[in-house]
């Protein structure tokens, strides 16, 4: 055999090792978080150290008179513990990539190949990046994702009065026994279980079983809702190992009826009126009809409006009613709850009510009695009658002012009167 033939055959021997290294170096990237690259130029039998990956421009393609689409570059990598990949490079070339992943965590992008003739030497520019440093957690989703399947499905579309039903199997796809697995659930908001039951479950699982964990809510209010994802924990040889499902969404269809009473009036007195609305509200996706029933307090007269009605109320719309009323007391007031019954086109009905209202009476209105200037108001507190003492209380009649002041009691008008005659003596 010729020296040429061996040298060509020793050259496509490499170039088959470089293929096959460079396939086996190719890993999934969608995972991996790219750090900022670093750009190099390097000239044929130059390296760089990244990070500990020695990086070199090991051989080119035959330089010919220009360059070409087909001009390659060898790329050699080798760690500081042994491990070394080899890749051939490329711009331009459909047949041969411009880019390789080693060691999931080293990625080189060739920018430049340049040969030729007319250089002194063939070289290469590249971006070298590396991958964002994380936890160990790869290899654990690995070893749980080809350990344990588990799969969840939920009912997609339901009424507000039927159940939607959950169901999650997992599958045991290794010849090992586990002990305690637990499946954590979240309930999502606005939704009650069907029966009342803990969610939680706890179990073994047995080498190549399956087990399957059931259950079913109700909705309080219809909407759009997101289903959670389920959590499953295993431990296996002291480390714990998480696995999730997909969340899934659900629609509750139906009518949802709400009712507010309000009065404008902060307090009340005698013969006050007093402005009440009832607001019904439907913020479900289905009409409704409803039936308005409000109440007046006690000792009280309507004076204008109406406090009962009913009609079909749409979706997402709502409806008012307003009156008056007249009262007649003077202690504190309590409007009674309005009271809405709803029933919709598929039978599904219900009862709800308003909070009640306290209108406050006017301050002090129940205990003072109204008095001109000349008027003494007398509470119990600052009377208090003796044997000796009478008790002359002024009326607005008799309060006019007399030569000796104000009203006072007998003993002291006698007092007063001799006095008066003994210095008249005297003078």
Known sequence: MKPKQVISLV???ALFTVLVTTVSAQTDEDDIVWLEGEEHTLYWGDEVNVSEYLIKALEFSTPGPSDTTSDYVIISIITGNGESWTSMLSV??????????????????ATEVVTGNNIATPYTTIEVYLAEETTDTYPLITWINVTV????????????????????????????YFENVMVNETIPENFVLDPDMDIDWTFDLKNNSKKLHSYSLKSLKPGNYTIPATELALTHLGITYYKYT???????????????????????????????KVNVNNEGDRAAHVRISDELPAGATLLSGRITNELVLQPSTNYTINYSIQVDRTNDIILPAAT???????????????????VPAVAGLADA???DDLTTTV???EVVPTDETTI?????????????GKVRTVPVFVDRVITFIESAISW
Request: without cysteine; glycine residues 2%.
């Open 392 to 404: 002359v209380q002024s009326t607005p009649e008799e309060g006019k002012r007399s030569i000796f």
């Open 11 to 13: 050259a496509l021997f």
């Open 379 to 381: 509470t119990e507190a």
């Open 246 to 276: 997909n969340t899934s969404q659900l629609t509750v269809h139906g009518p949802f009826i709400n009712v507010t009473k309000t009065t404008m009036s902060s307090n009340a007195s005698l013969d006050d009126n007093v402005a009440i």
């Open 92 to 109: 331009n070339n459909s047949n041969i990539e411009d880019s390789n992943i080693f060691d999931s965590r080293l990625r080189i992008n």
């Open 369 to 371: 009695v109204e008095t």
């Open 340 to 358: 809405v019954t709803f029933v919709d086109a598929k039978g599904y009905s219900d009862t709800i009510r308003s909070t009640r209202i306290v």
């Open 149 to 176: 399947s588990m799969e969840k499905s939920a009912s997609e579309e339901i009424y507000v009065d039927e159940r939607a039903y959950v169901t999650i199997e997992i599958e045991n796809l290794k010849n090992l």
